[in-house]
């Protein structure tokens, strides 16, 4: 189970989902970041991978014969090959986000963490999603900024 604390997740990146994509709102360890960056651009594509194929997808896939994401791939690769997990954040059957954990490719993330994270993305997705009349912006700021409840 020490694989699945916190503190082995090396990067945890939130995304909320707007008219169909995903904007990626916060990124543990950046106060702010640019939304127009490679890497974020990169992000949000694994993101919104995961909300058209609405399912969990895991980087490298769990099973040899299991179908990867393309985007989760790309993000693995530019990021040192790193693993990448990420899972819909869910109200009832509404993808109102996703969550994408990384860490280093040595430890790739197991069917544990999988199940442990897609608990989590249905109990965070209730909190996280924003009535259809209000602007998460007003919520949490704008792309680049800490992502903090105002």
């Known amino acids: 189970m020490k694989d699945l604390e916190p503190e082995t997740w090396e990067r945890v990146a939130v995304g909320l989902a707007k008219a169909d ?3 990626v709102i916060a990124i543990s360890h950046t106060a702010t970041f640019d939304a127009r960056s490679d890497f974020i651009t990169q992000l949000a594509d694994a993101m919104n991978e995961v909300l058209d194929l609405d399912q969990a997808l895991v980087h490298p896939p769990l099973d040899e014969d299991a179908v990867g994401g393309l985007a989760q ?7 040192a090959d790193a693993a990448v997990l990420s899972v ?3 109200n009832d059957r509404d993808r109102v986000g996703v969550l994408t ?11 544990d963490d999988l199940q442990l ?6 109990l965070l997705g209730p909190v996280v999603e924003v009535d259809p009349g209000d602007h998460a912006a007003q919520y949490l700021g704008r792309p680049g900024d800490p992502g ?3």
Do not use: D, T, V, Y
């Not at 994270?117 to 249905?122: M, N, P, T, Y």
């Open 21 to 23: 994509a995903c904007r």
């Open 73 to 79: 791939a790309a993000l693995s690769s530019a990021r």
């Open 88 to 90: 819909p954040l869910a």
């Open 101 to 111: 954990l990384e860490r280093a490719k040595e430890r790739p993330f197991g069917p």
């Open 117 to 122: 994270c897609e608990a989590i993305g249905q």
């Open 148 to 150: 903090r409840l105002r």
